[in-house]
């Protein structure tokens, strides 16, 4: 019984111990288990686009839905690569650049309400590009989250370095629905904005040592 013991002790301190793990296996399992949902979601954004693709009919978002497709291909290699071996991929995580400016046409203009389709053929830009924009939203959320949980420092940096390529695409695509005004944003009156905008000041000077070491010193003076 008491050897049993031992072994088992023995067997946990050798699974405890992860200084000599082989770099394929430097994974925590918060690491694992969310980089499982981040690749199972870029999987399903790739066949959206992929689904998608047959129903745009403005070729400026077809060219963006390509352009954003074969960029999230490559993050999602990189991604798999660095994740199976523990080690750096065959290159770099890229930079996406969109084309268009960054002008959005603030205001709100009526518009028909919403409402359920009744037929697929009602598919049409507006939905494709809401999709995009979703996809893009969530993958940026996802993405940061498993960061945070990730102990491996290659595919902690590749997930991080891939957040902002995210948010720019996400950008790029509101831009296009705010120019066709499927996304329209409002704004608040001169003075509610200014009174918002003047709310904080810029903090002066910097504490010192002793002065900090005042803010935490206990206050006899309270009651007990």
Known sequence: MMQNQQGQQGQMHQNMHVGNV?????????????????LGASIGT???YLLLRQHVKDPELLDILDRQYKFMQDEYNITVECFRSGQNPSHPTSRYEMK????????????QPKKPWQSVSEVNDEYISSCMLGS???????KTMAALETTNPVVRRVLAD?????????????????KHHYYQVP????????QYRN????AQGQATGQQMGQMHMPNNNLPH
């Not at 082989?22 to 981040?38: A, C, I, T």
């Not at 268009?100 to 603030?106: A, E, K």
């Not at 709310?199 to 810029?202: L, V």
């Open 162 to 178: 891939s957040v902002p390529n995210c948010i720019e695409m996400g950008y790029e695509l509101s831009i296009y629905q705010n």
């Open 22 to 38: 082989p770099s394929q296996l430097n994974h925590g399992g918060h690491e694992v288990f969310d980089l499982h949902e981040v």
């Open 100 to 111: 268009q400016g960054n002008d959005f046409i603030y205001g709100m203009k009526p518009t």
């Open 46 to 48: 790739l066949n959206s």
């Open 187 to 194: 704004q608040l009156a001169e003075t509610d904005m200014n």
């Open 199 to 202: 709310a904080f000041a810029p």
């Open 136 to 142: 893009c939203k969530s993958g940026a959320s996802m």
